[in-house]
């Protein structure tokens, strides 16, 4: 809830006064006792505080998902598994569910997508990162274009593709195994590149450090690097990117 | 040389025929057998291509100085020394060296400068690559604001610029040691950040391979990373991302 | 059982010869053939040997409690699960459990608790080490106060909590991902701070490794740093500095 | 200066206002452009900032051992070499030099050393990593005592001190190599041991990582660990201890 | 078989032409397809080839145990589980089986055991490794003593130990953790040390190669080493330096 | 199906006219969505695009492998387990399934095999990869020797198969542990080798990572070296050479 | 010498018995004490030994170089300083030197170069390892063609040469940084692909490891790797395969 | 000196009263201040405390050697250069110098070698630590026979010598590069082998840590491994096992 939305509230009798002072207890943040919840986060950095779901106990998981619901806000959770997801149904009735990416989505107003992301892959075996990427760049507001199994070594895809690739306002690239692609497409575009590597590959692939060198020590410029299987991280920077371009301020 | 400004020059004859077909030879790269000089790549990436000195001879150092020169653009070189400055300033009068970072620029048409960039660092010690980050995102036409020994040790320090540093478009942030800086500063702004681990520090700091693990692993969002003492790196995406932003399409 | 504990039984006969013959040859260390029992420890070190459960088979498990036991001391078990606690249970009645962090607590004489221990942590993944934390701080005689979920993305957080923290004897701090949050509480205070890296986190945390890593390289002065997962042993030690101060000698 | 001595100078006349000003303008930090100087840590951390000389620039180096002259302040310099030295001795009299260890101290106005902190190496090796760890702690008030040379390959030598080494209120240990003594020592003691890794050694022993493994891992409670040749470090957090313990508020 | 006996079994007839021909045919090694058993081995290298279970599929270990059953020879297979040694059970009858080490062995003819090796061991986590050193060591003919439990934190316990394990002619030392325990040995005693690091310990242990850097840099002479959990190979080592001093040739 | 094959049928009638636009649409790649299908690969590699099984969804491998099928191709599916087979062979009658390396294979246009090529391990435990690099070689068109469990440690075994081996074109050596058997091997032979590290082993083998730094490291010259388990891509390499040089143009 | 050349020259009387016989006696190796001399290599590999001058004395190049010479043979050094050439020339005054890669080459009997290779680099800095390849490889009587600054940042330079590079027998592929070249060549080719990781690039790069790396791993199939700047040993499997396809046996 | 030729040296009156108090007095250990040399350590390990004088300044190399010569002792140092022995050559006339190993030896009283140890090298590079391994071998009273250069890339050079290298009690092995040295010539021997890695070699070889690994999981059992060029610790324990087998006690 913006500030304004809020006082205009109070203002027409909408929300009581204890509500209001219920409301403005929790400001800063809301003490949990295991967790303090940053509600606050939002109005410093524009997008909302975010629930990795991964690890947390399931009483953990419907107090945190139950406070954010109160609160009015849109909620995205990431690696959650469908155990969890059912946990939330229960609780949120309208939550979403991505199957492949583990993302539960929570919108209670949206408003219509704007700019361009690209979210490019190697191979097949990258989709569950993807799929987390478009997720999060669309809950924060980016329209999202994908472009799956363009890897290098059949270069051909990735040609017949580069001037769409380049007409987005940031391009989002997940490869794992050798991590080649973000450096070929940094090399072909003026856009700015954000590189997942993926734990994607065995052996000497490291669980995805292998990837994670190779795209940090590109040789073409225009590319920065977020942890391997970081979809979300690489998807909220580009959202970041994108709402500037968009001046969406 | 823009497209248009050569045809024109060829229209109106300021430029000869026979020039013209010397010019369109190397518009692709030119060919200096132990290098290929990729001249297109400013019509492709918007930023033509950079000369690395660090590491090379003599003779190549200047035989490539000469053919950027030759061909009428600016140039940026990174990671020189002295001497290597003395060979280029032989041939480019008007080059100009900057003795902490080691940049040379060559400047012959220059815009205005648009945007805004911060520059923050840790320590004293990330002067040199600071340097190199302002040099870089300036010769991209980037305004930029330094923000030095603003290190998470003494908060204060920081605290005391914050909406300074998030009034840019873009937030470089460097950092050796245990690399935190990054983190604390995304946590408190809605800009994207560009993170550069330095090798400043010495033991387990591994030559800057643990900030640069604390850099990919940050709890906070919005968080990217480039190669260990990659100013330079950091500079150029902050660039795209500035122009884009500022709308110097 | 303290040595005059001991001959005050033999005095006044509440204990046999016999039996405190059998005690006496103990003394140093019990032979249980797979282990030795170091009973000793309590006298050299201030504080007695604690049972790392995890791992040991059943049947030595229960050896080791019983002969713990026998020898009428409180006992502490660390990183048990259920199924050990049940086999304790068993043969202890007064036996605790904390199902977060796995301990098992039997304590037949309790003095009351001193000093104070600050117990922070980033995220409330952490909350398994910094419970083993408390349990142990307290089970070796000190009070502990809580923090918990204080990250460094979020620094009003921490800012609102950091005159309480700084009141205490000594801070442990407990982190995962990228590990921050010691270096930036130990920059406010001037109590000494012991850093407990977690494996919360993945791909690049390579399991806790990289949070270690930044501890060590801290540049905030009055950090030292355990074992990743070891909250066990940061509040050993600032149980033995929390009771120097507290003059427990 | 403490605040209660500057503002009896204010009262008395003996600073005039206008240099009363100009000090309060630094209270929080001195800004030097290329640096930030932390004047207010002494107030919020008891002990006030470091200079750490390696690598600084002369010019760089002169200004801020000036500017914190100019405050009245006692200096630590550690890591400095003679050439270092000789500029700082230029500016500041009565500087002194350690030349095993590099350490530059400026003492105006010198407390008596209060408590008792063992400092141990394992070997001759250690020995400018000892030096450090002594002029720290005697700096920030704690008596010192060295037990040089006692490294496990020949027992005898160490467990002829033990009682000695257990009297203190802290024990820093130093040692490269394979790093085993810490873990006998704290075997032995009820005190505190902060561990010292060092990067003697060879092959296999990676610059001092092994030693840092070994201890981190130590099967003996009350050890904590610090940088690789981090005497400071370990020295610091041993004088803040000690201070709590000598109830040095 | 030795080759005097086979060839007194071929004169006495105890033996046919044929079955001799059979037995010359695998001389040199068995052709099994998927496997080629190295019968020679003993005869090279005076003990012969053994088993390593672990992975093997069902129908290849039944086969290898027979064939060299049939060749008549002792048998030693080393990390085998229960249902391994059940196949080999229905094969060979008098197969014994040691439940915490997993070794299989087939004796039947069996010498008087010569001289005598030390096994100690850390802690009562190293047992495992510990009872297959012991194993081992016996099917090659040595006597062996176990010293467990004697870890460096209780340093009394090794000491009042040391005179029993320096008697040895080779001492075995097998640790975890920080792996200090050959160290301390080593600079006691006489005799040989072959250290063993175990994968006991977590997080920084980084599952023993943290004790094997420990055992590699020792600062204690008369240490070398073998792979972790490697129990088996340091028996092997042992038995031959304790036959060579037997004079058992 | 080659071009000619294709025109042809077009010619002939054989092919209507509208299944040859719907050959033609995925001349290049077919587009599946979440995947791109290199149709175009074998033209230009000479060799087609392989499927690797492993962590591929059930249904994105049964629309893999039918299109393939479609399209008229062998087929050659690495890594697959049982459930995967079963699914092929729903789709595939003909499909064939090597249990030891996972393999799946539909041949439908066999030619003869040609040349040789030598297929060499160090034990009985890599016998999985060495059928994947077996499997793959046939259906690339090599002829294939296998020689296995010839390691180093019984030297005789492998001397006696040297000439046989070096009678061959390429030379793929495939082993754990340690990793030598390649620069053994190199060191007899005039013929190039391709060395395959693989994970078996423990401890400080490092999940294969020992083996692969030991071939990389090679005293012997001739070798080359792929990842970790990786008997497929040591396979298409030698039979890449191996046609060249029995001249399968 | 070939053996049939030798017998001649006996035959013939051109060679003395007693020479013939010191000639046998050297057949196997020749022992010069610090070194034995594998003279025996070029019969049992086709190719003889190499003599790897770097970090070799003065005295013990001399004598081996000498007796080389004094063997007959073409003779091949590599990485030698211009101070090493200065002791060969001194002994044989035919010798030559290339200042890049610091080979030292005499050449006696010199056939036609056959087939061709490809000796292909990322950058500039990349020249020393490629001229090493390049030389190595006609030593061993191949043919080559350079490709030098294709790396995969500017595409078009690569796409304008690839046709020319598939027309090799063999193509060697160098590449520091990121390494991605050998992947994207591959990709387009039906050839064999030898990478050679460089140590050109810094702080992730970790002196060619990244760029190792991200070639064992890459995506496209026909890529096998040698150690990092191991021009010599990419350029003799390249010539030994070369040999094979043009039949030179 | 031993105690019983001490103790008769008093009581035939040539080492007076006073002089055998200040022997006795340092019995234990000499306290240097900044070292304490273990004068016990030959009393308790049969053989005496070593000096490793790399890195020692000059003043304590000086002070030690003189103190050792006092007591009457044989002494050996190692990783001298030539500027430390003028040192010790100033106060010690018989001193000798090894320029290859950098050995210093002063033997005052020497036995006769007994037993035979073998000192093989992979390469000539390996020279300097098998010297040292020679050195030390023969001062503590070892026999010596050394096989230099027979690596496995020329396999008749090591198989020509390997009855010779089995006639000896203990075997060292020293390699670098890929280490595989001690591998082979276990295979073919029933005497222990003592591996020694050498940082001989360049890229992957990661100064030795590949051939560490490579020794580390041999699959030949017999071998146990010293660090990373430490030819003195493997020539320790050689002589250790050679004199328990020749019966030296």
Known sequence: MEDR??????????MSLDDGVGYLKDYGYKELGFAKLDFHRKKRRHFGEVIFCQ???????AEIFRAFYDRGENILGTR?????FNIVKDIIKEAKFNEISGTITVKRKQKALLGNIAVCTGGTADLKIAEEAKDTAEFFGAYVNTFY????SGLHRLVSKIDEINSSNVIIVIAGMEGALPTVIAG?????????PTSV???AGLGGISAL??????CAEGIS????????GAAYQAAQINRLIEKDL
């Open 213 to 218: 060198l190779t795209m940090v020590n590109s």
């Open 225 to 232: 690097v977020v942890n391997i299987d970081n979809g979300f």
């Open 55 to 61: 690890g947390k106990e399931d009483f953990a998981l």
């Open 5 to 14: 939305e809020f006082l205009e509230k109070i203002k027409n009798g909408s």
């Open 149 to 152: 199994d363009i890897g290098v």
């Open 201 to 203: 590959g065995y052996g």
């Open 188 to 196: 072909q575009v003026d856009k700015p590149v954000i590189a997942v």
């Open 80 to 84: 959650a598994d469908r155990h969890q």
